[in-house]
Every structure is written in structure tokens, then in C-alpha cells.
Nanobody
């Protein structure tokens, strides 16, 4: 089991940057045994995929809407996954969630993730 706590959200102007962090507390399995992902939900929308990272951090995948602007990374020694967001746009406004999956296979499918954080709000003003 793993507990996830996101931080780093806030209000930023369009074109600005934010770095989200997700601290994990794992029991029974090490943090490095989980595939991690970031998702987001804008008002009135379903939760959607943003990025995933493999257990060792060597493989990443991004939604087309954030490719080239966002970077996912992890520090297994600190049990933390990050989302560096640059070039933010108003349409990036959403609650951002990190999620963990016990399988080594990264997937953009929301329902494939076993554990979720409470989310952190990101608001981008125009």
C-alpha cells in the first residue's frame, strides 16, 4: 500500500512555471516498485492523463497537450515524483493528482492506477 501527498500547486500567469511534488509513503513494497503517473481534472471534465514514469525513471510518456512543456521525474531515494510544468496555459488549469500502479507497465488509463493522492490545484491566469 502507498499513501501519496501532492504539493506545489498555486496561481501562476500564463507562460509561467510550477513544479509539483508527490511524496509517497509505501508499506509492504518499496516506492521504486511502483509505476507513477500524473493526471488532472479540469472543472466539468473527466480526469485525464498527463504523464507517466517507469519504476527506475528511464521511460516517460506524455499527453500530446503537454509534450514539450511538462517533464515528469522521480527520486526513488526520496520517495518522490515530480512534475515540472513550463509554458503554462490557461487550459492547464485543473486539480493535479499523482497516482501509483503496482504493475511495471505504464498506462494512461485512469482506472489502472491503484493509489491516488488528494490533488493540488493549479490555476493559470491569462
Amino acid at each position: 500500500q502507498v499513501q501519496l501527498v501532492e504539493s506545489g500547486g498555486g496561481l501562476v500567469q500564463a507562460g509561467g512555471s510550477l513544479r509539483l511534488s508527490c511524496a509517497a509513503a509505501a508499506s509492504g513494497r518499496t516506492f521504486s516498485s511502483y509505476t507513477m503517473g500524473w493526471f488532472r481534472r479540469a472543472p466539468g471534465n473527466e480526469r485525464e492523463f498527463v504523464a507517466t514514469i517507469s519504476r527506475a525513471g528511464g521511460t516517460t510518456n506524455y499527453a500530446d497537450s503537454v509534450k514539450g512543456r511538462f517533464t515528469i521525474s522521480r527520486d526513488n531515494a526520496k520517495n518522490t515524483v515530480y512534475l515540472q510544468m513550463n509554458g503554462l496555459k490557461p487550459e492547464d488549469t485543473a486539480v493535479y493528482y499523482c497516482a501509483a500502479r503496482g504493475s511495471p507497465l505504464a498506462t494512461p488509463q485512469v482506472h489502472r492506477y491503484d493509489y491516488w493522492g488528494q490533488g493540488t490545484q493549479v490555476t493559470v491566469s491569462s
